[in-house]
């Protein structure tokens, strides 16, 4: 059982990467395989829309994208953490969905039967947020994904340490570990 978070804030000692933490660590201690990847720590540029996409082996942009999304189509459920950065999800964590482009035009999905969204706010525009999250997980990349097996935490937290402070919004995020675990099984 392997899960995968992807963490779309470039701070590291921020509110969505403990968030994300917190929901790994309970999911690790309850014997699943996990991972983190932090977007802004990695070389992932936009996607460049090649017309010939589909004819490609490989992505043409040369950078971090294709090993990102191949961990991305292997894990059995998926963690998307973001801040909201002006009512909507973060630039990295809008790039790491628009390279997706490269399996749809590849007809290829990730294997995720469950999915964990975390959504961070100083106060503002979490709703539209989880909204495009949730679009994400809508789309091709995606088999289908019953809505029982969507986890979501949505927090209000602006600096660093208000999340750890939020006891609620800590065991909320490690709940999100022990479902995304339970509805693997
Ligand atoms: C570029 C930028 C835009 C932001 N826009 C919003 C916003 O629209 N609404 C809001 O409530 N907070 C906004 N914030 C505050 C962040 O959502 C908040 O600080 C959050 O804790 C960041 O998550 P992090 O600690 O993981 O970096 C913004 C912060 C930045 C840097």
Redesign the pocket.
């Known amino acids: 059982m392997y899960i995968l978070a992807i963490v779309g ?1 470039p ?1 590291i000692d ?4 403990y968030l994300a933490d917190q929901a790994l660590d309970e999911a690790h201690q309850l014997g699943a395989e996990t991972e983190k990847i932090i977007l802004s720590q990695h070389k992932l540029s936009p996607c460049l829309v090649h017309t010939n996409c589909r004819e490609l082996d490989s992505c043409a942009q040369k950078d971090d994208g294709s090993w990102i999304l191949d961990k991305f189509c292997e894990a059995d459920a998926v963690i998307l953490a973001t ?5 909507d999800i973060s630039a990295w964590m809008k790039i790491f969905i628009d390279r997706n482009w490269f399996l749809n035009r590849h007809r290829k999905k990730c294997r995720a039967k469950a999915v964990g969204i975390i959504v ?6 979490v709703e539209d947020t989880v909204n495009s999250m949730n679009r994400f997980v809508n789309s091709s990349s995606f088999n289908y994904i019953p809505r029982d097996k969507i986890f979501t935490v949505t927090g209000s ?4 340490g ?1 999340a750890k402070t939020n006891q609620q919004l800590t065991r909320e995020a490690r709940e999100m570990g022990r479902q995304l675990v339970a509805s693997l099984k």
Request: aromatic share 14%.
């Open positions: 804030s701070r921020g509110n969505t990467n801040p909201v950065y002006y009512y961070v706010a100083g106060g503002v525009g937290a602006l600096d660093p208000d």
